[in-house]
Structures are given as structure tokens and as C-alpha cells.
């Protein structure tokens, strides 16, 4: 099956700062996804990008889906941008999503 | 719209009892999923359905039954509750079934115990 792949594993952030967070995947995609689980264990859709680039407010996300990886941009960083960022994908037919393994942000005074 | 709703929001076990989870969506999506979520992992796939009267398994099935009489409501049942099902349980819908594949909106988990 396709492997999805997040880097880095952990972050830690002074706030304001800025940060990447990639996703690998191993085969080509019909669906992108990102998302970000709070501290309390909510699923928040961040971003349905499977090709291309969109912005909300202070995140932003870049899919180059014929080189195979996605790119989550946060600015300005604030406390409440902690937590886990999910990369998942679907690939072939279908609504099965594979998750990577996440992204772990602190984002600290 | 309420979204997609579970309950319950945590429930505790012990091995051999059996219960059901439920989830509900009220945006009329077709497709419909479980997940778990194990400590440090990503979500993995239990069971789906494309529609109503159709489900079928995804990677870790075992131990878990699904069925699907409505839109709105996929119940996941636990027959017999095992330690190794202690996890997050999370519900999620979709448009699109087939060949489309469409963003997907999750439930807020239900946290299962099994002692």
C-alpha cells in the first residue's frame, strides 16, 4: 500500500515563528488532506488540497502532486497551534484515507 | 448542520462485553467510515460504506461489525470486547463514492477503555 511519510516527528516553536511541515507519499493521489488534532483529540480539517496551493488566514498548503509531497506553511505561531498535524491521503478509486504518522507542534511563550 | 455526531464520548469495558458505537451525519453524504487511533499513531481504517446497504472491511476489521440501514447512521458493534480495542474510535462521511474521492469530515471520537 502507499506509505505516507511526516517530517519532522516533533517540533517545538517560540510563538511568532514560523514553520514547514512536509508529507511524502509513495504513489500518485486523488485526495490530500491536512489536518490538525488538538489537544483535546479533535479532527480538524485543515486543508483538501490534492494539487496546488491554499491559503487560510495564517496557514497555507502547497501539494506538488508529480514530485509527490505536500507542504504545510504556519506563520506567526500561537499557543493554540499546538497539538498533532495529520498528512492523509487517498489513492486509486475511493474514500479510503491513509494517514502518515504526524507532526508534533508545541508552540511555546 | 450538526455535522458528523458520536456517542458516546467515552465509555469503559470489560473483556467479553459487547456494545455499540454510534455515529450519525446529517449532510447526506454517502460514504461513511470508522477509524481508530492508537497512542502515537495515525487513524487506520476498520470498516466503510458507499452507501446504504453496503459496507465492507478496511485494514483492521477483525473483532468489529458494521451495518448500514440508513444515510445517516453507521453503528460500529464491539461482540466481544478485547484490551488490544482500548483506542480512540473516530466516524467520518464523505460525498463521492467510486472513482471520486471528496473531503472527509470527522466525528469528535468516542475513547473507548476495555479492562
Known amino acids: 500500500g502507499i506509505q505516507v511519510e511526516q517530517s519532522p516527528p516533533d517540533l517545538i516553536l517560540q510563538e511568532g515563528a514560523n514553520s514547514t511541515l512536509r508529507c511524502n507519499f509513495s504513489?500518485?493521489?486523488?485526495?490530500l488532506q491536512w489536518f490538525h488534532q488538538n489537544p483535546w483529540g479533535q479532527l480538524i480539517n485543515l486543508f483538501y488540497?490534492?494539487?496546488g496551493t491554499k491559503q487560510n488566514g495564517r496557514l497555507s498548503a502547497t501539494t506538488v502532486a508529480t514530485e509527490r509531497y505536500s507542504l504545510l506553511y504556519i506563520s506567526s505561531s500561537q499557543t493554540t497551534d499546538s497539538g498533532v498535524y495529520f498528512c492523509?491521503?487517498?489513492?486509486?478509486?475511493?474514500?479510503?484515507?491513509?494517514f502518515g504518522t504526524g507532526t508534533q507542534l508545541k508552540v511555546e511563550l | 448542520n450538526a455535522g458528523v455526531t458520536q456517542t458516546p464520548k467515552f465509555q469503559v469495558l470489560k473483556t467479553g462485553q459487547s456494545m455499540t458505537l454510534q455515529c450519525a451525519q446529517d449532510?447526506?453524504?454517502?460514504?461513511m467510515s470508522w477509524y481508530r487511533q492508537d497512542p502515537g499513531m495515525g487513524l487506520r481504517l476498520i470498516h466503510y460504506?458507499?452507501?446504504?446497504?453496503?459496507?465492507d472491511q478496511g485494514e483492521v476489521p477483525n473483532g468489529y461489525n458494521v451495518s448500514r440501514s440508513t444515510t445517516e447512521d453507521f453503528p460500529l458493534r464491539l461482540l466481544s470486547a478485547a484490551p488490544s480495542q482500548t483506542s480512540v474510535y473516530f466516524c467520518?462521511?464523505?460525498?463521492?463514492?467510486?472513482?471520486?474521492?471528496?473531503?472527509?469530515?470527522f466525528g469528535p471520537g468516542t475513547r473507548l477503555t476495555v479492562t
Open positions: 467520518a462521511s464523505s460525498y463521492g463514492t467510486g472513482s471520486l474521492s471528496y473531503e472527509q469530515y
Open positions: 504513489d500518485s493521489v486523488n485526495n
Open positions: 488540497i490534492p494539487s
Open positions: 492523509a491521503v487517498i489513492t486509486g478509486g475511493g474514500n479510503k484515507l491513509t
Open positions: 449532510m447526506n453524504h454517502e460514504y
Open positions: 460504506s458507499v452507501g446504504a446497504g453496503i459496507t
